[in-house]
């Protein structure tokens, strides 16, 4: 972990990474898009690894709202991996899985959440399921390492067997805030 | 193919490039480019947009991506194309083969009013895409170079990306179907056959 970072990334021993990548395997997911949040920074490194998932990494995260729908016209299965801020940047672009009934699963890492330590994180942070749902999309939240992987497996099969938008958040409070020796 | 102004027509233009379509498949920005796609035949592999504006070339290649032989052409304004413009880095990286993005350039946001866009002023999406990284682009304003546009379309080596300058009048409306979902469901279809009804 960078000490220099004001993002936590995940510890080595939390099992919950490698559960979304097994999880993503599971549920044949082809394309993987994102912009990077540390708490996702390992699940990336898998999916870069793996030969048969294809990861754009986006410029801002409503691209992956329109290339999951790109993706699903071609018979491909795709997640958007985002922290909670870039849930802000995808909010018309998510029209389009009510036009066109698309499966759009999202996975996000919060941020704004719980004992932030930045305060640009937290108007963003605060409004996101809020925003989400206002969206039409359903919302499952994990604050729990064990609850991290049935919390996405369920968000996937209802994106894909709904044909909606779904979003996991996961929660501050598993990543943690960093104090910045303010505790 | 030209109109009165000495500009393009964008409804021959686009024609010219849907002629003998083969297995392309086509996401148009919303607005004009749906019309106009719509206007010179619809087509179970064309995908209109009613919305999502800025996500046309995204959706290109996301497509694209998924089915690595098909030729993909995104067809949009350029005021669609401006709000979408990261996409032109985002694609360039990739480097889908596959996919065509062009920009059929009236310098105007025609659909609301025909406000004036940044291209009017001389913002230059060829040069744009340049320097993203596309290796492959034109910048067309005759019908002489129509046919060479078109070709590009279907070679297999792109990303490729044009600007097509055209007249800015509009032209007769003709709705594509409205349903998103069965429009999805056709072009769905057409590519992946019934497993399109069956995925899991
Ligand atoms: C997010 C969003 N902002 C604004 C609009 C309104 N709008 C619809 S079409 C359009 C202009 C499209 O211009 P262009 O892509 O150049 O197409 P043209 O009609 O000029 O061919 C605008 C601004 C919208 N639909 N969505
Ligand atoms: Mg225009």
């Known amino acids: 972990m960078d000490p220099n970072a004001i993002d936590k990334a995940p510890d080595a021993a939390d099992a919950w990474p490698d559960q979304i990548y097994d999880l993503l395997k599971k549920h044949e997911i082809r394309q993987v898009c994102l912009v990077p949040d540390a708490g996702h920074s390992r699940l990336i490194k898998r999916c870069l690894a793996d030969n048969e998932i294809i990861v754009t990494t986006l410029t801002t995260e409503e691209e992956g709202i329109a290339l999951m729908q790109g993706a699903w016209l071609g018979g491909d299965k795709s997640v958007l991996l985002m922290q909670s801020s870039g849930v802000g940047n995808c909010i018309n672009m998510l029209s389009l899985s009510h036009i066109h009934r698309c499966p759009m699963p999202m996975l996000v890492t919060m941020r704004g959440d719980f004992g932030e330590f930045n305060p640009a994180q937290v108007p963003m942070g605060n409004a996101t399921q809020a925003v989400l749902e206002a969206m039409g999309t359903l919302v499952k939240r994990a604050d729990t390492p064990e609850d991290i992987a049935p919390t996405v497996d369920a968000v996937i099969r209802m994106a894909f067997n709904t044909f909606r938008p779904a979003a996991a958040l996961i929660g501050q409070r598993v990543i943690g805030a960093k104090t910045f020796g303010k505790d | ?200």
Not at chain 2, 76 to 85: K, R, V, Y
Request: net charge neutral.
């Open chain 2, 1 to 200: 193919m030209l109109a009165e102004s000495g500009k393009l027509d964008r409804r021959e233009l686009t024609r010219a490039l849907l002629a003998d379509r083969g297995d392309l498949a086509v996401i148009a920005g919303l607005g004009a480019p749906c019309w106009d796609i719509t206007a010179v035949g619809d087509h179970k592999l064309n995908l209109p947009l009613w919305g999502g504006m800025g996500a046309a070339a995204m959706i290109g290649l996301g497509l694209a991506q998924a089915q690595p032989t098909r030729p993909v052409l995104v067809l949009t304004g350029d005021g669609e194309m401006l709000m979408g413009i990261g996409a032109l880095a985002t694609i360039a990286v990739k480097k889908p083969k596959n996919l065509a993005i062009v920009v059929q350039d009236n310098e105007h946001y025609g659909e609301t009013g025909m406000q004036e866009t940044a291209t009017k002023y001389g913002v230059d999406l060829v040069a744009m895409a340049k320097g993203a990284g596309f290796k492959h682009t034109m910048f067309v304003t005759k019908p002489e170079e129509v046919p060479a546009l078109r070709a590009a379309i279907h070679a297999g080596d792109g990303p490729f990306f044009a600007v097509a300058k055209i007249d800015a009048g509009s032209k007769k409306l003709v709705l594509p179907p409205r349903d998103g979902a069965a429009i999805q469901h056709r072009m769905r279809e057409a590519i992946l056959g019934d497993a399109a009804y069956h995925q899991l």
